[in-house]
Each structure stands twice: as structure tokens, then as C-alpha cells.
């Protein structure tokens, strides 16, 4: 079993839409959990971190939590064409790592 | 200002040369990394320094040689290329070591022919 598993997608959702992205991780013990957006042949910026059970929301942007079902999702809504990209999931590790997924390849239709 | 950058973006060469990529960070950051991202997007650590110090070292080839001549600095040897690390090279930083954000440079992309 990977550390992080995400859908690697497509996922298609409509103009104004939410888009709702998903990840699974292994670990227990994994305290932070991390949302990097990768437009394509560019470099992973971070969207939102998240380290608490529950919500965190900012702006159009809502990291969900769930550490007793080892889940972390992430909400767009009013999904707009500038949000298609790849979402990585990541994961803290030990001694500073971040350990990702695959990533998420999300296409925002007009 | 760039943030975290890296040299050469893009670098084609032959099997079995030696190469090597450089990476800066003007954050003033104490820790920086070294990561692969693989044709199918899957981004790993390679290697990171903490305050010019290893503190990770995945299960890397040992053709791969990272060196930190002071904590804004981080080069990435390769020796004998063979054509699987072709592959995007990103450095990144971060302010400590635990549940940091980390900044990315904007790649090497790495094409061993």
C-alpha cells in the first residue's frame, strides 16, 4: 500500500462547480498534511495545510480532515478554467519529509 | 525577486556523462531538499539539508551526490547518467524541519539520451 493514494484522474467538473479531490495516507502518526497545486511544466506551490480533525477553510479553497479514517480532501468551489491543474497530497514523514501522492489531474470544463 | 532558484532549467546530454544542477534560496530558510517528479508526476525526496547538514538520504543511487556549501546552497551531482534519471529535478526549502511548508524552485528538466 502507497503512503498517500489519490485518484490520479481526470476529474471533470463544470464552470462554477465544486471540485472535490481526494487522499487516503497509511500512517497513524502523520500529523500535517499538505495541498500543492502543479499547473503543467511548472513547480508545485502550496494551496493550504492542514494539521487539526475537521475543516480549514481560505477563500474559495476548504482542506478537510479526518485522521480516525486516515482521509484528507480538499473543496474548490466556484471552480474556475485557472484552477485546472494537478493537486499533490502530501503527506509530513519523519525528519522533515513530505511524502506525496501521485497527484490529481483536475480539468475545469467551461 | 526569485525565491528559490535553480540551474540550468532545461539540460539534455548523453548516457554516461556527469552533470551537475545548482539550486539558491534567498528566504533565508534553514532547510532545503532535493526532489524527483518521474514522467507519471509522482513527486520524491531525494535528499535534504538541514543548516548544510544531511538529515535525509532516500534510497538513492550513489551516482547521485548532493553538496551544501552554506544553507542558501544546494547542488545536485550526478555521475555516469543512465537514461532513467531523466526526470524533472525540483529543489525546495523550508523554514525548519517539522511540519514545514516547503517553496519550489522551478525545475531542472533532465533529459539523458
Known amino acids: 500500500q502507497k503512503e498517500v493514494e489519490q485518484n490520479s484522474g481526470p476529474l471533470s467538473v463544470p464552470e462554477g462547480a465544486i471540485a472535490s479531490l481526494n487522499c487516503t495516507y497509511s500512517?497513524?502518526?502523520?500529523?500535517?498534511f499538505f495541498w500543492y497545486r502543479q499547473y503543467s511544466g511548472k513547480s508545485p506551490e502550496l494551496i493550504m495545510f492542514?494539521?487539526?480533525?475537521g475543516d480549514k477553510e481560505d477563500g474559495r479553497f476548504t482542506a478537510q480532515l479526518n485522521k480516525a479514517s486516515q482521509y484528507v480532501s480538499l473543496l474548490i468551489r466556484d471552480s474556475q478554467p485557472s484552477d485546472s491543474a494537478t493537486y499533490l497530497c502530501?503527506?509530513?514523514?519523519?525528519?522533515?519529509?513530505?511524502?506525496f501522492g501521485s497527484g490529481t489531474r483536475l480539468s475545469i470544463r467551461p | 525577486d526569485t525565491a528559490v532558484s535553480q540551474t540550468p532549467k532545461y539540460l539534455v546530454t548523453q548516457m554516461g556523462n556527469d552533470k551537475s544542477i545548482k539550486c539558491e534560496q534567498n528566504?533565508?530558510?534553514?532547510?532545503m531538499y532535493w526532489y524527483k517528479q518521474d514522467s507519471k508526476k509522482f513527486l520524491k525526496i531525494m535528499f535534504s539539508?538541514?543548516?548544510?547538514?544531511?538529515?535525509i538520504n532516500e534510497t538513492v543511487p550513489n551516482r547521485f551526490s548532493p553538496k551544501s556549501p552554506d544553507k542558501a546552497h544546494l547542488n545536485l551531482h550526478i555521475n555516469s547518467l543512465e537514461l532513467g534519471d531523466s526526470a524533472v529535478y525540483f529543489c525546495?526549502?523550508?523554514?525548519?524541519?517539522?511540519?514545514?511548508?516547503?517553496?519550489f524552485g522551478p525545475g531542472t528538466r533532465l533529459l539523458v539520451l
Open positions: 525546495a526549502s523550508s523554514q525548519g524541519t517539522s511540519q514545514e511548508t516547503q517553496y
Open positions: 500512517d497513524r502518526g502523520s500529523q500535517s
Open positions: 492542514i494539521y487539526s480533525n
Open positions: 502530501g503527506k509530513d514523514s519523519s525528519a522533515s519529509k513530505i511524502i
Open positions: 528566504l533565508g530558510h534553514d532547510t
Open positions: 539539508y538541514n543548516n548544510k547538514e544531511l538529515i
